[in-house]
């Protein structure tokens, strides 16, 4: 079955940017999708398709997935967004998760 | 606006039996698939099971597959995940999501959760 890797944490100097990657065997063939999840509450959609941003996303949040490695690049951190974060793909009729990143905004 | 509202959740016993119930409206709910997705105790978000618009594929988590099934009432907007052989590894909370895309497959709108608690 299909696996998404992510790191566990990563830290960003708050005005800073954040950059989160997600790998998976031949990721870029494959449109990658990102969820936000404060504690306590449901995932938000924060970036479809690789590098699309929902109506109500601020501009801040983008993406991208070159080949390698996917990747949410949140610029100008803010207190705000600290959460988690998932990717997530569709792959052979299963929808795969990677196992989250917990951003820290210092 | 888009709603999604779960119920159904609740505390059984190991080998017991849960229908979970997610409410939709806000949208032309014969138009779109849904997911649900659970996410145990401190633990990340795990795909569980889909179905088509109009009911007529399911997909399931090879760790649900053969226990769990998901249906759909078009008529009352309204989707069921009847949950049989529960093991405590199914505690979590489960949520149901709207498919934005069907040929992407991205979750666009997610309900609050409801809570699934497997113990003796």
């Known amino acids: 079955s299909y696996e998404l890797t992510q790191p566990l944490s990563v830290s960003v100097a708050l005005g800073q940017t954040a950059r989160i990657p997600c790998a998976g065997n031949n990721i870029g063939s494959k449109n990658v999708h990102w969820y936000q999840q404060r504690p306590g509450q449901a995932p938000v959609l924060v970036i479809y398709d690789d590098a699309n941003r929902p109506s109500g996303i601020p501009e801040r949040f983008s993406g991208s997935n070159p080949g390698n490695a996917a990747t949410l690049t949140i610029s100008r951190a803010q207190a705000g967004d600290e959460a988690d974060y998932y990717c997530?793909?569709?792959?052979?009729?299963?929808?795969?998760f990677g196992g989250g990143t917990k951003l820290t905004v210092l | 606006q888009v709603q999604l509202v779960e119920s159904g959740g609740g505390v059984v016993q190991p080998g017991g039996s849960l229908r979970l119930s997610c409410a939709a409206s806000g949208f032309n709910f014969n138009r779109f698939a849904i997911h649900w997705v659970r996410q145990a105790p401190g633990k990340g978000l795990e795909w569980v099971a889909y179905?088509?618009?109009?009911?007529?594929?399911?997909y399931y988590a090879d760790s649900v597959k053969g226990r769990f099934t998901f249906s759909r009432d078009n008529s009352k907007d309204t989707l069921f995940l009847q949950m049989n052989s529960l093991r405590s590894e199914d505690t979590a909370v489960y949520y149901c999501?709207?498919?934005?895309?069907?040929?992407?497959?991205?979750?666009?709108?997610w309900g609050r959760g409801t809570l699934v608690t497997v113990s003796s």
């Open positions: 999501a709207r498919e934005g895309n069907i040929l992407t497959g991205y979750l666009d709108f």
């Open positions: 179905i088509s618009y109009d009911g007529s594929s399911e």
């Open positions: 997530h793909v569709w792959d052979n009729s299963a929808w795969v």
